[in-house]
T-cell receptor, first 113, second 112 residues
């Protein structure tokens, strides 16, 4: 079983739609959950970070973590063409792991006008 | 806003040659990382570096790889004898406490 699984898509939505992106993970030791956005041939850009179950909101973005189900989500409201990118979930165990991130495959999102 | 920078943006080398990829992490950060991403694949952890030593490394990070922080600002990744399969994007990242990590724009390494 892969440590972090993410549907690679691609996902295509009209402008203004609500987008839901998801990851599952297998290791219950994972404690810190991040979402990154990556434009083509660029570095990952940190969008959201959380370490507890529940929701965290930042503007049009909401990160949701369900540790009991080992499931994390990123919701994008009122999606814009500029949101078109690959979205990566990334997780690490905290503690003595020194921050080694385990990434999902990434979901390719296209928002068309 | 402070950011991680990497040079060069693209490096082309012949198989068997040594390459050094350079990174300048965010100035008050204490944890430093290298990741790589082969085209179309996941971002993969290579190594973490804290307090002037390697704190963790992956199976990929074999004896051909080394990291160094030669001064107070630079962080380098050296590949001693490059192989075709080392062709990838290499990302440097840094973090204050080892949690949220900020990535550089990457160096595209092409091994011919």
């Amino acid at each position: 079983q892969k440590e972090v699984e993410q549907d690679p898509g691609p996902l295509s939505v009209p402008e203004g739609a609500i987008v839901s992106l998801n990851c599952t993970y297998s290791n219950s030791a994972f404690q810190y959950f991040m979402w990154y956005r990556q434009y083509s041939r660029k570095g990952p850009e940190l969008l959201m970070y959380t370490y507890s179950s529940g929701n965290k909101e930042d503007g049009r973005f909401t990160a949701q973590v369900d540790k009991s189900s080992k499931y994390i989500s990123l919701f994008i409201r009122d999606s814009q063409p500029s949101d078109s990118a690959t979205y990566l979930c990334a997780i690490h165990a905290g503690g003595t792991s020194y921050g080694k991130l385990t990434f999902g495959q990434g979901t390719i999102l296209t928002v068309h006008p | 806003e402070p950011e991680v920078t990497q040079t060069p943006s693209h490096q082309v080398t012949q198989m068997g040659q040594e390459v050094i990829l350079r990174c300048v992490p965010i100035s008050n950060h204490l944890y430093f990382y290298w990741y790589r991403q082969i085209l179309g694949q996941k971002v993969e952890f290579l190594v973490s570096f804290y307090n002037n030593e390697i704190s963790e490394k992956s199976e990929i990070f074999d004896d051909q790889f080394s990291v160094e922080r030669p001064d107070g600002s630079n962080f380098t990744l050296k590949i001693r004898s490059t192989k075709l399969e080392d062709s990838a994007m290499y990302f440097c990242a840094s973090s204050v406490r080892g949690d949220t990590q900020y990535f550089g724009p990457g160096t595209r390494l092409t091994v011919l």
